[in-house]
């Protein structure tokens, strides 16, 4: 079984960073990908960021040039840096890998609040 724990999350105000930490335990033969997430009050989840094993990253329109995804040299943690945070960057940010044996694995979720 594999276990995700994020950390991170809080209020900042509008203009303001965070960074978000993701470290997975368990039961980890291989992770191809690890992804950052997040889910607006009535809204949808979505994609936010994602890095593959081989280091290519993907972004969402709405955090390119203000987001930075990154993995640990353990390979194991993945880490959001956001910067110029935005009000409508308020949700629940949730921390998401694919493991080649286990499959989708996501966390519990960390909560990211920007005031205006």
């Known amino acids: 079984q594999v276990q995700l724990v994020e950390s991170g999350g809080g209020l900042v105000q509008a203009g303001g960073s965070l960074r978000l930490s993701c470290a997975a335990s368990g039961r980890i033969f291989r992770i191809n990908t690890m992804g950052w997430y997040r889910q607006a009050p009535g809204k949808q989840r979505e994609l936010v960021a994602v890095?593959?094993?081989?280091?290519?990253?993907n972004y969402a329109d709405s955090v390119k040039g203000r987001f930075t995804i990154s993995r640990g040299n353990a390979k194991n943690t993945v880490y959001l840096q956001m910067n110029t945070l935005k009000p409508e960057d308020t949700a629940v940010y949730y921390c998401k890998l694919i493991e080649i044996l286990t499959g989708d694995v996501w966390g519990q979720g960390t909560q990211v609040t920007v005031s205006s």
């Open positions: 890095i593959t094993s081989d280091g290519s990253t």
